[in-house]
Structures are given as structure tokens and as C-alpha cells.
């Protein structure tokens, strides 16, 4: 049996991350990519909210008062973690040591455009550290579903939605494809076994760069 | 100089209009008794400066529900639906800041500076009514610092001259908000003998701190937050 | 015997520190103001370098290679203390938590300008933190002897060095006179029991506002 | 990821020409270690970003003697003869800032941002040649942010991720330069297991270090300066 999508997504995104790296996960399934984390690689999580070594999401017995991650769930740490406060917290971001950020997406134009924050007149809930962390990540990986909730592409021509941040992102792993953004346009890179390339073009409302040579299967 | 004053005394220089700021990131570092405090003493039309507004009934949530606050600069108000509600139905402006954004514009106000210039947003809506510079050829928008009448925050431990330690993630904002107004309140969990802090590992050093209230047994909104727990 | 003239400036000056108070000493005879300073004030004493608290120089053999002040003396510490990095040092003098910084001078303008950090072509050594705190420091107190090497005025006209900060200084204390800065101009507030009102106007080349009431001495 | 390295290969990433941030204010935090295996490399047409020069003979002032240093971005040089004479010799060129404005630059490079308004300085020769700007009525002067190649820090304390631990005022600029440097180089007194340093009291999180030198018996140069006990 196949995993869920979601989760397939985060398989493949975990594959992304190299030993010693720092590494942001945005809520959804970015956080599910913890599932799939390979803790031999040493990778350091960051938490906006302060922390550099964050694990996993811990159960009710070792969850500490005074120890969540940025979306309010109670965590644990790995080994060398550190605590600081939300300035050095957000110069970590802006400065250059954030190695990869991963992050959900509305919607993704064919420049690498990321709209992830507001639907206007509809979900206006304030930008949090997103727009930080995608302008500002030296790498910047969206893992979303292909499409959206009613199956429309989620990568189109141009965004509709305000940008969190323009020409910011470098991959896109969804649960059909992983696509980079190579010089403002949108190249395929590899193929999920269970899709197939008519499938993806078909659910990419945007120009799509295809390799003309067997492309990789994830 | 010794800053020990109970929460009643504390919290009584905060008057009706003016501009607070609040620590804490979610339930950790939130001063839920100095809130408690200034809800009780009924103050009304603030300016509250806050990442977040806790979540519905909690925290500086209960302070803007009871109509108390005219105006919040924050970061992100996805965990309170009831504030969101409030805001499109204009009982509350809000004002959205970029997390880091928020926090800088504090440590800046603190820092005795004017402003700063960043280019987070800047091919965004939030770039709009922001001052333009380029700088070395880099382009950018001016950021005014942010200053309050009073700030509130939570630390763990405090002395009798107001040195604070903050605790894991409830450290958060709390350190700049600790610079950036004209009075300082800090709730602490415990107080100990002042000299018995190492000194390299005070978060918060006196000097910035006016008032210290110890809290005492915690509440039940310190504690876990149950819908948070999540393994 | 009375005591040098740097002395009674410093334990003059002692006396402007109110308990509990954060207070600056720059080199020199503002230093010296630590021979005098009553210890039941629980004064803080913040040093550039990130020290809240420091007490005194101290000797050889209590001497930390790790603890020195900003003129680079060994020192050691009051209870309560606290060592932080050079941003929040300055972050406390800019931000409005220094409450009295005492500083020396080389001119001294009518209307309050400080000038002491520099002597074109002559003496050129940068300004180190003295521009912070003379132009943030709640409260300004100059600590200097009225008169130059030379025997000429410090306290003249308008400065002729370059300036520190313009209009910074609220009290000026000389081993002759205390005398504050009150609406852009100079005012004569206390006469040392050794000095006349006589010497004291001629050795001051500016206006200086004499009350018409016996002045106290000190 | 161990970033523990010898002396040698940590240094030898400094090239020509680039520029280069030293930690301390006087000897504490100064790492002595670094700048001898930078002294030894040879390396020249250093720009070096650091408060002040250290004194005749010691810490930096050796590379600046050695004629490697073309130019200074300092505080202050009162304790330097040798160098302010270099520098009325044009041997080097030098900028001074304001002590404070020196480590904001620094910090605000360190923090990703461009630049920062502020007011000190702004009726003197040092509002000179900078961008002259007026937010919300206040008038301020624009100050560019300052980054480096590479940093040299020295910390008290640190483990193989990088997180470091200062003691006392040998903290001073080192957590700034921290965050400043495409490349931070730190010398630690002493390497601890990974996890046994209390993570509320790391002052430097391992993500800002690229690479830990443990230098071992201090030399003398960490010593106490005997001309400076006054007591």
C-alpha cells in the first residue's frame, strides 16, 4: 500500500536535507518531515520561537510548560540545543544561517513567486515568520499537494494572492513531482512512481520545462 | 534599590490610553498575572504590542474581549479566531507586522535608535505606505522603532534589583520588550537572594527592570495547554 | 590640608548620585569618583565593555585576566551584578536606563556643548563610547578642572574642538564651582569654600548667571 | 557535524584582500591564537573590523605592525601609539565609529538588515558623509550595516556543534562578530561533550560557528596586563 500523499511528500523532503544542517519547518507537512528525519545527519531544527535543536512533538508526560515549537506543540530537544530570544532568533533567519526553510504554499508562479499567507476578505491572519524565512532561507523547499482543495493547480502563471515573497523558492515537492525553479522557470526533475508525466502537466497550470531523458522516480 | 512591589502597586502606573507591551510566545513566557492584574484594575483604550493574542480567553485575549484595548501591533493571530472576529468587525485594529520584523522594531526602540532599514516584504503588500531608501545599492524599507509605556513580561527567576533569567522557549520577546519602555514590570515564578545569579548567565541585567512581582504558585493557564499536545 | 583639586571634584560629584541609581564613570577624575562613592546607595556602576556593577579597581592578586573595565583596569564586583555583550551595553546608554554618566572635558560651550575627544592634528585616538554617553545619558555631569594646562578657561563661548554632543551637559563640576546648565545658559549653583566669586568669573570665559543669594559651598 | 579543526586549516580559509572581524576590548576575548596563525599564514591587505587595536606589540595590533592591515573600521585607539602613529603615517587608513554605532553596524549586518537610523553623533564632524534622513519627526543619520569574510572570536567555552559560552567582559563583541561573518572562526579555552552545556545559558548558538579551535594552555599574552592593575 502507498503512503498518503502527505506523507510522501515529507519522505522526499527529508532526502533534501544534508548532515549538520540548520532547517525550518513550517507547519503542516513540513512538520511531518520530522517523521522521516534520518537523525544520523545531525541536522539542527530551528523554532522561530527561540530554539536551535528541536526534536519531535512529545507526548503529554514529557511535554514541559515552557517548551513548544512555533506552532504551539510541545517538543523535545537533541542533544547541544540552545534557547535564545526571538531578535537572535529572526537574525539566524535574515542573516544567512538558516540552511533550508520548507514551507506550505497557496499558490506558486512560474518565477519560484510563493503566496502563502492571506486570501483577502478571507484568511487574513498576519504573516507570523514566513516571509522571513522564505526571502531569507539560502535554500527555500515548498511541500504542498499538487493541487488544492478543489483540485485547481496551485502552480499557475502568476499568483493571484499577495506574495509572501517573490522568486523565492527553489524546489517543489508535491506528491506528484519535484519541480526547481532554474532561472525563473519551472524545470521537472523527478516523477513520483504512482504519477505519470500527462498527469502532471495536466495539474500545472504554468510552463513546465520537461528533460527529454528518463527522469528519476520518487 | 530594591524593586519587590506587589501586583496591585505594579500594575497601577498603567493608565487608560496608553501603549503596552506584552511578552510571550503562546502560553510560555506570557505574564498571565500581570494581565490578570490590569484587567481587574479595568484600564481601557491600549495600544497592546504582543507577537500573538494568546489564544481565545487566555491571556491578552481576555484583555481584548472585554474591550480594553483600541489597538494591537502584532505578528500573527492564527490560534485566536474570537480576535480575528473582532478585527473584522472593527472592534480592534490590528496592525501586522513580519515576526522578525516585530521583534526588531522593539530591539530597536530599545537600542535608543530611530529606525531600520530591511527588505523583508519588500516586493509585498507590506512594503506599501513604508518609506523607500537604497543604501549602498541595496534597496530597502525604513522600519520605525517601537517604544511603550510599559512593558510586562515573564521570567523565571529575578533578583531584588530586578536581574531576570528567562526558561527555555518562554524566553521569546520577552528580553527586548525588557528595553523598550519607560517602565518595566516583571512577573517572576520565584525570587531569589540577590549575588546568588551567575552573572554571565543573566538574561535581562537591572538596570532595564522597574518593578519585580513574584507570582507564586502558578495558575492553571501556566500550565500544558492539552489541544497542544500533539504525540 | 585640603584635599587636591581632582579629589574634591570626585567627592563633590559623589554626592549627585541618588540610591539605586545606573551611573557611567569615564577616565579620569570621574573614575576617582569610586574612592568616595557611599555603598549603602547600592549604586550601579556600568562599564562599555558589558558590565553592570562593577565596584573597583582591585589588586594583583584578586585581578581576573576576564574583568576589566572599559579603560582597561582590573576590577572586581558589587552583588547583583551582570556582564552582557556591547550591544545591549549600549542599547542600556542609548535607550534612556544610564541615569547619570560623568565624563571629563577639554571645552565646554555657554550653552552646554562638550567637546573632549579630540584635537585636530594633535590627538586623534576615535571616540571610543564617550558620544553615547554624552548625548544619552539622562542626566550629564562634567567632572573637570576649571581651567586647562595652560591656565586657560575650559568653560568658554562656543567650543573651538570638535564637538561630543551640543547642548548634552546639565551640571559642570570644578575644583571652584558647580555650576548647571539651565536653559541654554550657565548658572552659577555652588562656590568651593577655597575659591572666590572673583576667580571663579575670571577663570570662566562665558555668561555666567550669578544668583543674588549667599550660594552654598562645598 | 564536529566543527572541532586545528589552528592551521581553520586559518587558512583567510585569503588577500579580504575582511576580517576580531573579537575583545582589550585582552579579554581577544583570541591571541587566531591572530598568531593568522600573523604566521602571512596573509596581507586585511581590512580588520575590531573595537579598538589592541596595545603596541599584542592581539592585532602584531598583523597591523607586520604591514598586513590596510585598513581599519575601530572605536577607539587611546591605548595605541603605534598605530595612531602608523596612522598619521597614512600607513593605514582608519574609520573611527562610535563605540556603541561600531557593534550596531556589526549586529545589524549580523541580523540581515542594511542599515539603521540613529541620532548619535548627528551635531558632529561624524554626520559627515552619511545619509541624512527624518522618521516620524525625528531626525537621524543612516548607518550602514557592516558584515566580514570571516570573524575571529574567542569564547570560554564550546562543543563540537559551535555553541559557545563568554566569561565575564571577554564578552564584549564576540556575539555580535558571531552573527556578522560569512565564516566564523572561534578558539575555545576548553571543549565540553555536545549537550552538557545548559542551553539556556549558551550565548552563541551553534548555527552562527563554522569552526571550533581549542587552543589549549593559554599563552601569555591571555594574561593579566600588569601596567593596567591600578589598585
Redo the contacts between chains.
Keep these: 500500500m502507498s503512503l498518503p500523499s502527505r506523507d510522501k511528500i515529507a519522505r522526499r523532503a527529508e532526502q533534501e536535507i544534508i548532515?549538520?544542517q540548520?532547517v525550518n519547518l513550517g507547519i503542516g507537512i513540513p512538520t511531518l518531515i520530522l517523521k522521516y528525519l534520518n537523525w544520523e545527519k545531525?541536522v539542527?531544527i530551528?523554532?522561530?520561537?527561540?530554539?536551535?535543536?528541536m526534536q519531535?512533538?512529545?507526548?503529554?508526560e514529557t511535554?514541559?510548560?515552557?517548551?513548544?515549537?512555533?506552532g504551539?506543540?510541545?517538543i523535545d530537544?537533541v542533544?547541544?540545543?540552545?534557547?535564545?530570544?526571538?531578535?537572535?532568533?529572526?537574525?539566524?533567519?535574515?542573516?544567512?544561517?538558516?540552511d533550508i526553510a520548507f514551507l506550505g504554499a497557496l499558490e506558486i508562479s512560474a518565477r519560484g513567486d510563493l503566496a502563502n499567507w492571506m486570501i483577502p476578505g478571507k484568511y487574513?491572519?498576519?504573516?507570523?515568520?514566513?516571509?522571513?524565512l522564505a526571502?531569507?532561507a539560502r535554500r527555500l523547499i515548498i511541500t504542498t499537494l499538487h493541487t488544492n482543495r478543489k483540485g485547481q493547480p496551485k502552480i499557475i502563471e502568476s499568483c493571484n494572492l499577495?506574495?509572501?515573497?517573490?522568486a523565492c523558492i527553489d524546489r517543489i515537492i508535491t506528491e506528484l513531482a519535484v519541480i526547481d525553479v532554474v532561472d525563473d522557470q519551472l524545470k521537472l526533475v523527478e516523477i513520483a512512481e504512482e504519477a505519470t508525466l500527462e498527469e502532471i502537466v495536466e495539474k500545472t497550470d504554468a510552463p513546465l520545462m520537461i528533460p527529454d531523458r528518463n527522469l528519476p522516480q520518487f | 534599590m530594591n524593586k519587590v512591589t506587589n501586583i496591585i502597586d505594579a500594575i497601577s502606573i498603567i493608565k487608560d490610553g496608553q501603549t503596552i507591551m506584552v511578552g510571550g510566545f503562546g502560553v510560555p513566557g506570557t505574564p498571565f498575572m500581570l494581565i490578570e492584574a490590569l484587567l481587574q484594575q479595568g484600564t481601557r483604550h491600549l495600544t497592546l504590542i504582543k507577537n500573538e493574542a494568546n489564544e481565545p480567553h487566555l491571556g491578552v485575549s481576555k484583555l481584548i474581549e472585554a474591550g480594553r484595548v483600541d489597538r494591537l501591533i502584532t505578528s500573527h493571530l492564527g490560534l485566536n479566531t474570537t480576535v480575528l472576529e473582532l478585527m473584522h468587525n472593527k472592534k480592534i485594529a490590528v496592525e501586522f507586522n513580519p515576526q522578525g520584523i516585530l521583534v526588531e522594531r522593539i530591539r530597536c526602540g530599545g537600542a535608543g535608535l530611530i529606525g531600520f532599514i530591511s527588505d523583508i516584504g519588500i516586493d509585498t503588500v507590506l512594503s506599501q505606505n513604508k518609506q523607500a531608501i537604497t543604501l549602498n545599492g541595496q534597496k530597502g524599507v525604513v522600519e520605525s522603532a517601537l517604544r511603550a509605556d510599559v512593558a510586562m513580561i515573564h521570567a523565571a527567576v529575578g533578583d531584588d534589583l530586578g536581574n531576570l533569567v528567562y526558561e527555555k522557549s518562554a524566553r521569546n520577546f520577552n528580553p527586548a520588550m525588557a528595553t523598550a519602555a519607560d517602565i518595566v514590570i516583571a512577573e517572576v515564578e520565584s525570587i531569589v537572594n540577590t549575588g546568588s545569579l551567575d552573572p554571565d548567565t543573566i538574561h535581562t541585567p537591572s538596570a532595564f527592570v522597574d518593578r519585580v512581582v513574584e507570582i507564586g504558585k502558578l495558575q492553571d493557564e501556566y500550565g500544558i495547554l492539552e489541544h497542544h499536545v500533539f504525540a
Tied chains: 1, 3.
Design positions: 548532515a549538520g540548520v545531525r539542527q530551528h523554532s522561530e520561537n527561540g530554539i536551535l535543536g519531535s512533538h512529545c507526548s503529554r511535554a514541559d510548560r515552557n517548551l513548544i515549537d512555533a504551539g506543540g510541545y530537544l542533544k547541544g540545543a540552545s534557547f535564545f530570544d526571538s531578535s537572535l532568533s529572526f537574525a539566524l533567519v535574515r542573516g544567512g544561517r538558516l487574513t491572519p498576519g504573516i507570523g515568520g514566513g516571509m522571513e526571502q531569507k499577495p506574495l509572501t515573497a517573490k
